[in-house]
């Protein structure tokens, strides 16, 4: 058990940090990828395969993250945040849209006030981080401070890589007061980790700090969410509440863009941490083009036919 005692001693310096990750037990490469190759063939039954459509759908952080986003493209965002399917009701809405800071009162303002649709912004310099301490905090709270509900941060992947832990822990550390309130996503940039062991300790890392969640990629780097790297998140929180009582949320983002895609992770949560995170407060599917293949195939079982594509408004 960790007490909070121990959590402070760990957190304490660099090098009790360092031997706390490197204290943790080593990844099965073999056995992970095994495993969630074998849970991604696992086949589920049509009334189950129409709930964790839903399911899906409400666990979305809807996102828009380009160069040449506009407020135009970010309020037809949110418009389909609130209702997916404007001619059919009963389709659930997701759980965020996903934006970059500067368009967040955009965000804010179409979704209206008390909006169940969340507002999270991408912040500490997105997608590389290479920007100082200072500016990554400022970035936070002025993200927060245009009503953003939740911050999504991207770790410094050039300091954890050289085992500079403490450097990581502290900016994280900083990042979550500069945030108040909002909760922090903690991006691990997994596609830049080299190894399950390191997706391991950045994940213990990232929740030893004062993540709320902890998120695989930005999708700006290949490869992005994976299963096996997800799996091994789902054991860290797992582990983490088991050691410390708090539960920590998982966001695989970056490449997911079908229902079979989703419903492989919603297995893959089921079988790994179970129901306590089935739920859009524990588990996120951060995507840009996911939820229209959902729409497509959330039709096709309710009338056995694809309305196509062009039947939905684009992604
Ligand atoms: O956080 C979400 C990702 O940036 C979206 O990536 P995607 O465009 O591959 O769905």
């Keep these: 058990m960790l007490d909070d005692a121990r959590l402070s001693d760990i957190a304490s310096s660099e090098a009790s940090l360092r031997r706390f990750l490197h204290g943790l037990p080593g990844v099965d490469q073999t056995g992970a990828e095994a495993r969630a190759a074998a849970l991604a063939t696992r086949s589920i039954k049509t009334t189950a395969k129409q709930y964790a459509i839903d399911l ?66 991408v912040a500490t310099g997105f997608p590389s981080g290479r920007t100082s301490l200072a500016v990554k905090e400022a970035d936070t709270r002025e993200a927060v401070a245009a009503g953003a509900d939740e ?25 979550k007061q500069a945030a108040g309130d909002a909760h922090l996503k903690v991006i691990l940039e997994t596609g830049e980790l080299a190894t399950y062991d390191n997706v391991r300790r950045a994940s213990w890392l990232a929740m030893l700090a004062g993540g709320d969640f902890i998120k695989t990629s930005t999708g700006k780097v290949a490869p992005a969410a994976t299963l096996p790297v997800t799996l091994v998140m789902l054991e860290a929180v797992r582990d983490f509440r088991e050691a410390t009582g708090r539960q920590i949320g998982v966001k695989p983002a970056g490449g ?60």
């Design 56 to 121: 899906a759908i409400s666990m979305i952080d809807l996102t828009t993250l380009e160069g040449q986003d506009t407020p135009g493209k970010v309020r037809a965002l949110c418009a389909k945040a609130l209702r997916p399917d404007p001619s059919d009701r009963t389709v659930p809405r997701v759980a965020a849209v996903c934006v970059y800071p500067d368009l967040v009162a955009t965000a804010k303002e179409a979704l209206g006030p008390n909006s169940p649709v969340k507002v999270a912004s």
């Design 151 to 175: 911050v999504d941060m991207v770790i410094d992947r050039g300091a954890f890589l050289a085992g500079r832990y403490g450097e990581v822990f502290d900016e994280i550390v900083a990042v």
């Design 256 to 315: 997911i863009r079908t229902s079979k895609d989703a419903i492989k992770y919603l297995v893959l949560v089921n079988e790994t941490v179970g129901d306590d995170w089935l739920d859009p407060d524990w588990f996120r599917l951060g995507a840009s083009s996911l939820l229209n293949d959902l729409l497509m195939q959330r039709q096709k079982i309710a009338t056995g036919r694809y309305a196509g594509p062009d039947y939905f408004t684009l992604d």
